[in-house]
């Protein structure tokens, strides 16, 4: 079965300083992620997915992702973090042969002026 | 383009009573989610559907909970009757099957008292 998992409920971070924030999932067949940020009170919006091609996908808000195969990975990151950036990250894997997204659990991010 | 769009984007209700969230999805998606987030279960899918089918509502919590989608730019999510624990965010988000991404509208907070 699909599954994806966020190890960290919680991540902090220094504004200024590199982010990751941490996916791992278990697909069969390709796998299709994503990354959402949920602001407080809105909606989910969309940062970026991977689909195929390079393993290294850049998104919105200068967020970027790299896909690692052989650890089954798809970590957030970006090389400086904003005061901006806080707010609760999700990772989602398309179930395979379907259109559902199987979310994982949010991480929330605070980044520390 | 407008978005996905939700409404009402509160409501408060007591138990016992109807309540009916809309969504309409972004023109020209084919896909139609219906999701609900709380702390305690995080975001669950309920139902979604394509082109204006259900598809799988495997996630719809009991018999209390029917969605529709008469035309391609209307859904609806009813919830009858109303029970406490129903309190949430319910969120409709739509997408296409080219593209695979799945946009969030605003979400509906509600609290049934």
């Known amino acids: 079965a699909q599954s994806v998992a966020q190890p960290e409920d919680q991540v902090n971070v220094a504004e200024g300083n590199p982010l990751t924030v941490k996916c791992t999932y278990s697909?069969?067949?390709?796998?299709?992620l994503f990354w959402y940020v949920q602001y407080p009170n809105r909606g989910l919006q969309f940062l970026l997915k991977?689909?195929?091609?390079?393993?290294l996908v850049k998104g919105s808000y200068g967020f970027e992702a790299e896909f690692n195969k052989s650890q089954t990975s798809f970590h957030l990151k970006k090389p400086s973090a904003l005061v901006s950036d806080s707010a609760l990250y999700f990772c989602a894997v398309r179930d395979s042969g379907t259109y559902k997204y199987i979310f994982g659990t949010g991480t929330r991010l605070k980044v520390l002026a | 383009d407008a978005g996905v769009i939700q409404s009402p984007r509160h409501e408060v209700t007591e138990m016992g009573q109807e309540v009916t969230l809309r969504c309409k999805p972004i023109?020209?998606?084919?896909?139609l989610f219906w999701y609900r987030q709380t702390m305690m279960r995080g975001l669950e899918l309920l139902i979604y559907?394509?082109?204006?089918?259900?598809?799988?509502d495997s996630g719809m919590p009991e018999d209390r909970f029917s969605a529709k989608m008469p035309n391609a730019s209307f859904s609806t999510l009813k919830i009858q009757p109303s029970e406490p624990r129903d309190s949430a965010v319910y969120f409709c988000?739509?997408?296409?099957?080219?593209?695979?991404?799945?946009?969030f509208g605003p979400g509906t907070r509600l609290l049934v008292l």
């Open positions: 697909v069969s067949g390709n796998p299709y």
């Open positions: 023109s020209g998606h084919d896909y």
């Open positions: 988000a739509s997408g296409s099957g080219q593209g695979r991404t799945q946009y």
């Open positions: 559907f394509n082109n204006n089918v259900p598809i799988d």
């Open positions: 991977y689909i195929t091609g390079d393993n």
